[in-house]
């Protein structure tokens, strides 16, 4: 359970806010991702080990306020970002942009989520909560020329090196949380679709003309207060992949339009990431050492979203870690106003390419790896 604050916990779920009283926090992370790829057999020129990593340190920075209205509801935002999805292999990498451009090749996805929420009381144990999910994308994508031609993309000059470009967008975050005994609290969530204007720059690179809507999800979870000072939380969610073409649309080896008119990139059809829908489970624990001093845990698992037959593209997303550990404690000051730390590692895993890489780039196999660490500290305010 990645261990965010309180009330960015509570943005999570929109119910909760009504629940963290008056209060603002300002916290930060730093994020760093470690991936690489491995290509074998190919006679493309791209065997070797190729390390994505040459920038590896992100910052990403978080917000809440709420207010409450009154005693039965609250009006709050949340603002985080979501960085890191990133790859840059300084030597550039034949397969991607061809011996004639030795060039760095990668790309830059950043998103900022701006969620305004609205949050109020059914009764004494229940409660509702509604948020406007605004989401602001960057993204840049270097050394993909062997893909700027017309075996390939529909929308020549919009596939690459064309800097950074933005997209903007929303969709609808709903929540429910209930005490449903002395001891057990229940909750559920649903975020829709996220609806997002198209990459313009990169209209022939993405599927859809450019689109890259952010997928919906929904949850539900269950937190036991064990004992006076201990609770125990766990949730499931589901986020589906499926329903955007750009993440979920077969890459070269897989998608049936591949080297058609249908199947380039830029088309509805056209060659994607090969993204499967992901089941996030997440445990947790928090206790209460001291009137001071809370400590948490957490762990969560989720299969990794990319088929073996989808390596080749995903040398430039390479989403493979499954198993992520989490530590916290939250210190209360003087004043009343909380210090919180926190840790998360993400335990290394690799995908081996299976039918990876077709003959049209020199066939072959293309392995993927990464793990992941970060810190996060973040200040509180009780108003």
Request: net charge negative; aromatic share 12%.
């Amino acid at each position: 359970m990645h261990l965010k604050k309180q009330l960015l916990a509570a943005a999570t779920n929109p119910a909760g806010m009504v629940h963290v009283g008056n209060r603002m926090d300002l916290g930060a992370e730093w994020f760093r991702p470690i991936r690489s790829a491995d290509v074998s057999g190919n006679g493309g020129g791209g065997n070797g080990h190729h390390d994505g990593s040459d920038t590896k340190n992100f910052i990403i920075p978080e917000f809440g306020y709420n207010r409450m209205l009154d005693e039965n509801s609250s009006f709050g935002v949340s603002v985080f970002g979501n960085g890191g999805m990133n790859t840059d292999y300084k030597d550039g990498f034949t397969l991607f942009n061809g011996a004639a451009y030795p060039t760095r090749t990668g790309v830059d996805l950043a998103q900022l989520f701006i969620v305004p929420t609205y949050a109020f009381k059914l009764n004494e144990n229940h409660s509702l909560g509604i948020g406007l999910n605004l989401a602001v994308q960057t993204f840049e994508a270097l050394g993909l020329q062997n893909f700027d031609q017309a075996a390939f993309s529909a929308d020549l000059g919009n596939v690459t090196d064309n800097g950074h470009d933005i997209s903007y967008g929303a969709g609808i975050r709903l929540g429910w949380q209930g005490k449903v005994s002395d001891s057990v609290t229940l909750g559920a969530t649903y975020q829709t679709r996220t609806y997002m204007t198209e990459f313009d720059d990169y209209s022939g690179l993405f599927a859809e003309q450019g689109d890259f809507d952010i997928p919906e999800n929904y949850a539900i979870g269950i937190a036991v207060q064990a004992t006076p000072k201990l609770v125990i939380a766990a949730d499931v969610m589901r986020i589906n992949y499926a329903d955007i073409n750009a993440i979920n649309n077969g890459g070269p080896t897989t998608n049936p339009n591949a080297f058609t008119a249908n199947g380039r990139l830029g088309t509805d059809g056209g060659l994607g990431f090969g993204w499967e829908d992901q089941t996030v489970y997440k445990l947790g624990i928090a206790y209460q050492y001291s009137p001071q001093l809370t400590l948490r845990a957490g762990y969560n698992h989720a299969d990794q979203p990319i088929p073996a037959a989808e390596t080749l593209f995903n040398m430039l997303a390479p989403a493979t870690v499954e198993d992520h550990l989490t530590l916290g404690a939250t210190w209360v000051l003087d004043n009343g106003s909380e210090l919180t730390f926190s840790y998360m590692h993400a335990f290394e895993n690799s995908v081996k390419g299976s039918g990876s890489i077709p003959a049209a780039f020199g066939s072959g196999e293309a392995d993927l790896k990464m793990y992941q660490d970060s810190i996060g500290i973040a200040y509180s305010w009780k108003m």
